[in-house]
């Protein structure tokens, strides 16, 4: 379970440093807010499927994740 947890595409998490790459290889225009910004949605999302099954780890992990993103995301807009 750990390793299918860790490709979720949530950056520090190995699946977020895969899609980090990813967009820096095929986004035309370089963004580098938009690996932040896929990072914050799908924190959010996995963390509400957490609450919404009742798997507390879960929601607190990805919230957690989420919002570290969403911290560094308003940092690089300054």
Do not use: C, K
């Amino acid at each position: 379970v750990w390793g299918l947890l860790n490709l979720v595409p949530v950056l520090p998490l190995d699946g977020g440093n895969i899609m980090r790459s990813l967009v820096q290889l095929y986004v035309l225009r370089p963004a580098p807010e938009l690996p932040l910004q896929i990072s914050v949605g799908t924190g959010a999302v996995v963390s509400l499927y957490g609450l919404i099954t009742g798997q507390w780890f879960l929601a607190v992990l990805f919230g957690w994740l989420g919002y570290l993103n969403y911290v560094e995301l308003q940092r690089s807009a300054r």
